[in-house]
């Protein structure tokens, strides 16, 4: 039944051959089989058009016999030399027929091979794009305009010798080619050797940048040992690549998750002498950088809580952002009026990682906040109240030092809800649903519901008002100051948000 689907034709395979990022030489085989059971056929031609640093080997010179049912290969060498894009086919002409083609696609990239300047850290950055529509009531609606956001990485690199020629070459000839970039922050060392040949490379993918179908970069002592791979599957404690390896690895060997990059603009040279340069350079990723958004961080009403404290070695800047409208007619007096009657609430954030694990969660907030566009609730991670009175854990009145917050706060949002901090570890987040001053030195509050566990004034560690806040930038920096341990800092400001969900449970805008 399946005769006539396999016999009496000529099958080529395969038909296409997309080649993806070409980093080093990638060998291919194309299979050309005569099908027909009774006739035998001529190659007459096998022609490679617009093949520039493709090379490709004949199983014989044309023209070339094919008895009924035969089969030969050839076999195709793309190298990293030539057009950055590859477009190129293969035809094959057999007496009697039309040609055959076999399309050839891809993109050269060169591997960047220069480590970076540690003393003075890398920088990288993180732009999303965020379109928001603000009533004069100062509710939002935002939108996301990127499903990832853009991502740079600028460091100094200081050459001499061979490498500061072979970087001088490799930025005048290739400077505008896409670049296999090394990821950094996430280097490695090989443990163990590597042979020859070997698909399967030992090592820690945990918290770094590795992916199934990304690449990455095999780096020795100099620029001049490198070796760029595909990843095709990751474990618990190693890679497998695609094909094996070219070259032997020693213990020691550096490897780094690679993405795909280009020079933003030219890097800037410094001469330091006739042998050394230092060079500074920017490169924006030219492909989409995933990364997981949170998946443990405490919720409340819909949405992540950011428990973290912020690293306060650093003044952080508080301040109140208010929109009023005032009409003046330059003669009398203006009027000003403020029709919100609200002020949104910025706060600085810092984060000290220090640990592969704890930039990893960082990181996962800055994508869970996506610039402008997600909120969170932020803890002021202050002691805005102070509890003065026992508390049963049936009871939703809690007794706090007067600070005037029925006053002046009138439970607008920004100054309702609230996270208690218990010395034992346990976190609450209530609403305030009705505050009055019994007297100079006590307000009354009432909260959503009760917390369930009896607390005196000594055991709480902490009463911090907790703010609905999203990004006030679409930008986000990580200043990565090692290579070894992670170490790196993180700053951005969280701006108070007035959105319909903030009033019930509902989900986060789109």
């Not at 060169?110 to 990288?124: H, N, Y």
């Not at 409208?325 to 330059?330: A, E, G, K, P, S």
């Amino acid at each position: 039944m399946f005769g006539e689907d396999f016999f009496d034709r000529i099958h080529v395979v395969p038909r296409v051959l997309n080649l993806g990022n070409v980093s080093s030489v990638q060998q291919r085989a194309v299979r050309v089989w005569n099908a027909y059971r009774a006739r035998a056929l001529t190659l007459t031609d096998a022609a490679l058009v617009a093949g520039e640093g493709i090379v490709l080997t004949a199983p014989g010179a044309t023209p070339l016999p094919f008895a009924p049912l035969s089969e030969r290969t050839w076999q195709i060498a793309v190298g990293t030399d030539g057009p950055p894009v590859i477009a190129a086919t293969l035809s094959f002409q057999f007496a009697g027929f039309g040609a055959i083609p076999v399309v050839i696609t891809g993109q050269r990239i060169v591997a960047w091979a220069f480590a970076p300047d540690w003393s003075r850290g890398v920088l990288e950055r993180l732009a999303w794009k965020t379109d928001i529509l603000t009533s004069p009531t100062q509710v939002e609606q935002r939108r996301g305009l990127r499903s990832a956001p853009r991502r740079s990485f600028e460091a100094r690199m200081i050459v001499d010798g061979r490498e500061r020629v072979l970087l001088d070459l490799a930025v005048f000839g290739w400077g505008g080619r896409t670049w296999a970039l090394p990821i950094w922050p996430d280097v490695q060392w090989l443990a163990n050797e590597h042979a020859l040949g070997v698909r399967v490379i030992t090592c820690d993918p945990a918290h770094r940048d590795f992916r199934v179908g990304g690449l990455v970069q095999l780096r020795g002592t100099t620029a001049f040992e490198v070796e760029v791979a595909e990843v095709e599957a990751i474990g618990a404690i190693s890679i497998t690549l695609r094909h094996p390896t070219t070259k032997a690895w020693p213990r020691g060997t550096r490897l780094y998750p690679v993405r795909t990059a280009r020079l933003a603009e030219p890097p800037k040279v410094t001469r330091l002498s006739d042998q050394a340069a230092a060079i500074s350079a920017r490169f924006d990723i030219v492909e989409s950088c995933d990364w997981p958004t949170l998946a443990d961080a405490p919720m409340y009403r819909g949405h992540p809580v950011l428990a973290q404290r912020p690293d306060e070695t650093e003044a952080l800047s508080n301040g109140w952002q208010r929109v009023l409208l005032t009409l003046d007619n330059d003669f009398g007096r203006p009027f000003v009026m403020d029709p919100a009657d609200w002020a949104a609430v910025s706060q600085a954030h810092h984060w000290r990682m220090h640990g592969r694990a704890e930039r990893s969660a960082v990181r996962s907030w800055l994508y869970t906040l996506r610039g402008r566009q997600c909120a969170v609730w932020r803890p002021t991670h202050a002691d805005d109240l102070i509890l003065v009175a026992n508390v049963a854990g049936t009871a939703t009145a809690l007794d706090v030092a007067n600070v005037g917050l029925a006053r002046f706060a009138g439970l607008r949002p920004g100054r309702r809800d609230l996270r208690i901090e218990l010395r034992d570890g346990q976190a609450f987040h209530r609403r305030i649903t009705a505050a009055v001053a019994l007297d100079d030195e006590i307000e009354r509050l009432t909260i959503d519901s009760a917390l369930g566990v009896d607390t005196r004034p000594q055991a709480v560690q902490r009463i911090s008002f907790l703010v609905l806040s999203r990004g006030d930038s679409d930008e986000a920096e990580i200043e990565h100051h090692t290579d070894s341990d992670g170490a790196a800092d993180a700053s951005l400001v969280l701006r108070a948000v007035r959105d319909p969900d903030s009033d019930d449970s509902g989900p986060a805008p789109a």
